[in-house]
T-cell receptor, first 114, second 115 residues
Framework: DAGVIQSPRHEVTEMGQEVTLRCKPISGHDYLFWYRQTMMRGLELLIYFNNNVPIDDSGMPEDRFSAKMPNASFSTLKIQPSEPRDSAVYFC????????????FGPGTRLLVL | AQSVTQLGSHVSVSEGALVLLRCNYSSSVPPYLFWYVQYPNQGLQLLLKYTTGATLVKGINGFEAEFKKSETSFHLTKPSAHMSDAAEYFCAVSDRGSTLGRLYFGRGTQLTVWP
């Protein structure tokens, strides 16, 4: 398997623009997670899905952030409008169903909002 | 919710020295425990995990960790550091409760290895 795939790997945009990050989880995995990593706040869980259904979105910082999982093989994280403080590395991870299952991380998308 | 504390945001050791990275968790019920490693400009990858059974867990690259229920700890060790071990290390716990599937991560410990 190719692992978790994220695109784009790097994104530079201007404040106010819409940003869409994409993730393809490992085939057969039931859970999908979106994380944000910054120096100041460390690794934060934004939202996670189980069988394409959002389970907990309490980590989504504002209404400007939204995430969807239209099918088992694709998810998006959208920021509209983007702000400089959204600059971070965004990771997608997936795992199988069950206790103690390992989360497999993608390579991340490095977002810079100018 | 679970809480994970990693003592020391930065640890520096000489090549060949013992590596000890500390992790404590807060839970009345022993959770599942993980150590992940993140190399520069990469995603996190699993080093090792404890679910049940033997409390001393061996992982990749010569790392191991011991689950100590009485101390609510899961410290990571390696007898002899190598330059290639320089990375950020994250301890994580998995809740057995309603947040099934979720991991709670510590703030991470940056390991520097000096030649």
């Amino acid at each position: 398997d190719a692992g978790v795939i994220q695109s784009p790997r790097h994104e530079v945009t201007e404040m106010g623009q819409e940003v869409t990050l994409r993730c393809k989880p490992i085939s057969g995995h039931d859970y999908l997670f979106w994380y944000r990593q910054t120096m100041m706040r460390g690794l934060e869980l934004l939202i996670y899905f189980n069988n394409n259904v959002p389970i907990d979105d309490s980590g989504m910082p504002e209404d400007r952030f939204s995430a969807k999982m239209p099918n088992a093989s694709f998810s998006t994280l959208k920021i509209q409008p983007s702000e400089p403080r959204d600059s971070a590395v965004y990771f997608c991870a997936s795992s199988l169903q069950g206790y103690g299952e390992t989360q497999y991380f993608g390579p991340g998308t490095r977002l810079l909002v100018l | 919710a679970q809480s994970v504390t990693q003592l020391g945001s930065h640890v520096s050791v000489s090549e060949g020295a013992l590596v000890l990275l500390r992790c404590n968790y807060s839970s009345s019920v022993p959770p599942y425990l993980f150590w992940y490693v993140q190399y520069p400009n990469q995603g996190l990858q699993l080093l090792l995990k404890y679910t049940t059974g033997a409390t001393l867990v061996k992982g990749i690259n010569g790392f191991e960790a011991e689950f100590k229920k009485s101390e609510t700890s899961f410290h990571l060790t390696k007898p002899s550091a190598h330059m290639s071990d320089a990375a950020e290390y994250f301890c994580a716990v998995s809740d057995r409760g309603s947040t099934l599937g979720r991991l709670y991560f510590g703030r991470g410990t940056q390991l520097t290895v000096w030649p």
